[in-house]
């Protein structure tokens, strides 16, 4: 077998490590988090976490941004299999049957990270490198909203009467507030709200689709 060439060698250690840490911010949040047990995990020494990472905030960071980055290619790809009101209805019609079959009040226990990351966020807006690097992680998720917003549009033939950015903001704002409720009082945000919220969406998108297909015969 060929030896690995450094650059792969590096590349992997990197990912074994975002690996490893994610797991253990999501179990201890993430001033418990030490690199000492992130680097056992993976097992690797300070050496290889620092040869990497600069700190653990930078360390935590990429992690967010990889799961981001993953997250926001997924939806990509969703709309860009369809881009019209039918993948909506699809995503409303699967909410529907997750309803039906029993929904439930959202548990943190189910998803540990979220108080990894609601703590990440306080400690990220007292430090302004950190902020920064933050705000412009929350910049390209708007951008990818506002960019699939704007381009169903384009395809359903209407206007959007707010600025996509503004609509990116506001579905970031809902998701944002959503999670810290949900862990603060669980029982507070219905299983099934997603579901009603994305049907409110198709609605109101496929009301304007009517308008502009009336206002445009032609298409």
């Known amino acids: 077998m060929p030896r690995k060439t450094r650059e792969v060698q590096r590349a992997e250690t990197r990912s074994r490590l975002v690996a490893e840490a994610r797991a253990v911010f999501a179990e201890v949040g993430f001033h418990c988090a030490s690199i000492e047990e992130i680097t056992d995990r993976a097992g690797y020494s300070r050496g290889a976490f620092y040869s990497n990472f600069s700190s653990k905030e930078d360390l935590f960071l990429t992690v967010v941004e990889s799961s981001t980055q993953a997250r926001l ?6 709309f860009g299999r369809d881009p019209s009101l039918r993948v909506y209805a ?40 950190w902020r920064t690097r933050l705000a412009s992680l929350h910049s390209s998720i708007r951008a990818t909203y506002a960019e699939l917003v704007s381009e169903q549009a384009s395809h359903l033939g209407f206007e959007l009467t707010f600025p996509p950015d503004q609509l990116g903001s506001m ?13 603060i009082d669980p029982a507070c945000v219905p299983g099934e709200f997603n579901m009603h919220f994305l049907e409110f969406v198709v609605r109101s998108m496929a009301a304007l689709s009517t308008e502009g297909a009336a206002a445009q015969p032609d298409r």
């Open 73 to 78: 290619e997924e939806l990509r790809e969703i």
């Open 90 to 129: 699809t995503l409303v019609g699967e909410a529907e049957e997750r309803v039906e079959r029993g929904s439930r009040p959202f548990d943190p226990a189910d998803d540990p990270w979220a108080y990894s990351f609601a703590e990440f966020t306080l400690h990220a807006a007292r430090n302004p490198e």
């Open 171 to 183: 579905q970031m704002a809902l998701e944002m507030g959503l999670y810290l409720q949900q862990i």
